[in-house]
């Protein structure tokens, strides 16, 4: 089991609900346990739900509201209008972002596009004009700079070591133009110089492979802390703690990796599809200096 986690209320109101179940059950000298009885869950799954790192159930929410009657219903209230706010995330992603900015490893496969930690602010921006609903220019700004302060773990003394495997696909898919792709192939490139992340491509050339079934994300964390994998879909992303699903996921990553090309010849073949937008690589490599 999870131990006790330091919370930032003023996070997110995944946090905030978090703190608030906690010092609601410690004031009721109630054990994890016993809390979850009354949902039913296992005390791993109340701990996880008061540390923010798991979103609740709305039978959890009833379950508080009936077991601490003084704070008059909050609970529900509080889990109610918190599904009609929009934050920096969608809620089914805030689980695998707080993974991701906890975990010492993490290995991700990509078939379509740029994964999200590498991505250009201009990249980005195309990929969520052309995912939008409505004309709020504001929010796909927001949608922008979340995902560039995802970018922030590789700036920490310590970054998570960062394994990339790519479809040779995502390099040839025009996302935003000939000028944007340049850039993010360079930076694709410049990114996979550093010590603590290893980009590998799979070239056209090596046909049907288990990977296009999909793109998937790994985290693995010190200690005994199970890793959680994270799964791409057409409507939402879903995550899992399951061992044996954890497990076989990383099989899988581990034999996309080993069809990949070496570092040096994933960096030469992601420089080579740079050239071949129109710019002349040395020039934007100074550019972007």
Do not use: N
């Not at 009885?37 to 799954?45: F, G, I, L, Q």
């Not at 004009?129 to 560039?148: C, H, I, N, S, Y």
């Amino acid at each position: 089991m999870p131990g006790k986690r330091d919370l930032d209320p003023e996070m997110s109101p995944l946090h905030f609900f978090g703190a608030e179940v906690r010092r609601a059950r410690e004031a009721a000298a109630m054990t994890l346990a016993d809390l979850g009885a009354r949902v039913p869950c296992d005390a791993s799954t109340v701990s996880r739900i008061e540390s923010g790192q798991l979103s609740p159930a709305e039978r959890f929410a009833k379950a508080c509201d009936e077991a601490f009657p003084q704070m008059g219903g909050w609970f529900g209230r509080f889990y109610r209008a918190s599904l009609r706010w929009d934050g920096p995330y969608p809620r089914w992603f805030e689980d695998w972002v707080d993974a991701e900015s906890r975990a010492t490893v993490l290995r991700g496969w990509e078939p379509l596009l740029v994964p999200g930690l590498l991505q250009t602010p201009e990249y980005a921006r195309a990929l969520f004009r052309a995912w939008r609903t409505d004309d709020d220019q504001d929010k796909v700004e927001q949608l922008v700079t979340a995902r560039m302060d995802r970018q922030r773990i590789f700036d920490r003394p310590r970054p998570p070591s960062f394994w990339a495997v790519l479809d040779e696909g995502v390099l040839r898919r025009r996302i935003g133009g000939a000028k944007v792709m340049a850039d993010q192939l360079v930076h694709l490139a410049e990114m996979g110089e550093r010590a603590s992340i290893k980009i590998h491509v799979i070239p056209a050339e090596a046909g049907a492979h288990m990977g296009l079934l999909g793109a998937l994300a790994i985290a693995g964390f010190a200690g005994d802390a199970p890793g959680i994998v994270y799964f791409e879909s057409p409507d939402e992303g879903q995550t899992t703690r399951d061992p044996g699903t954890v497990a076989k996921v990383t099989l899988t990553f581990e034999t996309l990796r080993s069809e990949a090309l070496p570092r040096g010849a994933s960096r030469d073949l992601i420089l080579k599809v740079a050239g071949e937008y129109g710019r002349d690589v040395e020039e934007v490599q100074l550019q972007r200096r």
